[in-house]
């Protein structure tokens, strides 16, 4: 039965992920009959485009939620924290693109190809996981169903848009500068993005692993509903605008082969296999860079452990790593009649 919409607010609706939302509430049809544009004061005057119409960026203020009934976030997580709960208390469904509620076991984190049915427990708030591990659980999903995983390894490669259009705008600019032989200004990253990289996203913590290489591991735990399966991470960030890439090693309870595996991810839902390395057939990011699959290839045996598997897994941080997602899990929503 078609539906009239919904009153769905994008909060952050001028950034990296925000903006991307709203393009995919357009372009995946979703019944919206008002859309509230939500970011800072800085924004109030800029418009974005939606079916053909400029709507007004409001700011965010505490009333900002009256009569809404999704309410997608991507402001961060301090602002997750401070403003989703005024959201759900004012009747809104909120799915989160921050880290703010991931890890609370009130708060189902959902990939929709791997586990929809979490998002049905919701009691308001419902979180997208972090960008590195949509992709990862998405490709491994299949593998995880059919063979068993007991370990990954993984090793990213991460695009600069993951840390915002802030972010975007420094590479661009310390690669301009670099090129006309000008100094490279730091503001963001720890060390020049431009033409190096660096083992370091979010801060480091007493275990000696980083924040996002923790959020990869704790994550894939909860998504999978496997506290048993052992992850370790090393997240890179490399001078890439968009498009996330993995190198991943896993252990599983049964053995393999890449054909098999070949087999199995070409039928799953939101994957795409490209592996054909004599013909350098593999996925890299400007593969990834604007579609919402996550793609693998270089399928191969590990032989360093028995039941072994490497692969390359690639996706669109912003879309499939953000804004898609969380647009999925609202159209579960709304299959299911709990919006
Ligand atoms: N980029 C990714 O790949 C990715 C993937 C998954 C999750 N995420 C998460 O999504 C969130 C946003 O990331 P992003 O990359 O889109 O960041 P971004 O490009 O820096 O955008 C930040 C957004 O938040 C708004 N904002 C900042 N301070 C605000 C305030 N005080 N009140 C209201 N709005 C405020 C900004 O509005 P103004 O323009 O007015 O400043 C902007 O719309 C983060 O939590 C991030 O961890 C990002």
């Not at 799915?95 to 009130?106: K, V």
Request: proline share 6%; with cysteine; hydrophobic share 45%.
């Amino acid at each position: 039965m078609a539906h009239n919409g919904f009153k769905v607010a994008v909060v952050g609706a001028t950034g990296a992920v925000g903006n991307l939302m709203v393009k995919v509430l357009e372009e995946k049809a979703f019944p919206v009959s008002k859309l509230k544009l939500l970011a800072s004061a800085r924004s109030v005057g800029k418009t974005l485009p939606f079916h053909g119409r400029e709507i007004p960026v409001e700011e965010l203020v505490q009333n900002s939620f009256e009569g809404i009934q999704l309410a997608l976030f991507s402001a961060g997580g301090a602002i997750s924290r401070k403003f989703a709960p005024v959201a759900v208390q004012a009747g809104a469904v909120v799915i989160d693109n921050s880290s703010a509620f991931r890890m609370d076991p009130q708060v189902p984190l959902v990939v929709p190809e791997v586990n929809p049915h979490a998002a049905l427990s919701h009691s308001g708030i419902i979180a997208n996981p972090n960008c590195s591990t949509i992709q990862m659980v998405v490709a491994l999903k299949p593998i995880y169903d059919a063979a068993g995983i007991r370990r990954i390894v993984v090793t990213t490669f991460q695009a600069v848009s993951g840390t915002g259009k802030r972010a975007v705008e420094e590479l661009r600019s310390q690669v301009s500068a670099i090129m006309s032989g000008r100094e490279a200004v730091r503001q963001i990253y720890p060390h020049q993005i431009a033409f190096n990289c660096f083992p370091h996203i979010g801060l480091f913590l007493d275990n000696g692993f980083c924040e996002e290489e923790m959020k990869m591991i704790n994550e894939t735990r909860k998504i999978f509903e496997d506290a048993q399966i052992r992850v370790c991470a090393t997240t890179v960030r490399i001078p890439v605008i968009c498009g996330h890439s993995e190198s991943i090693n896993i252990e599983t309870d049964r053995k393999i082969s890449p054909e098999e595996t070949r087999e199995l991810l070409k039928g799953a839902p939101g994957v795409r296999v490209i592996d054909d390395p004599s013909s350098a057939g593999y996925p890299v990011p400007l593969t990834a860079a604007g579609t919402d699959d996550t793609f693998v290839g270089r399928i191969r045996t590990d032989p360093s452990v028995e039941n072994g598997l490497a692969m390359w897994v690639v996706a669109d941080n912003i879309r499939k790593g953000a804004a898609t997602n969380a647009v999925q899990i609202a159209e579960i929503l709304l299959k299911s009649g709990r919006l």
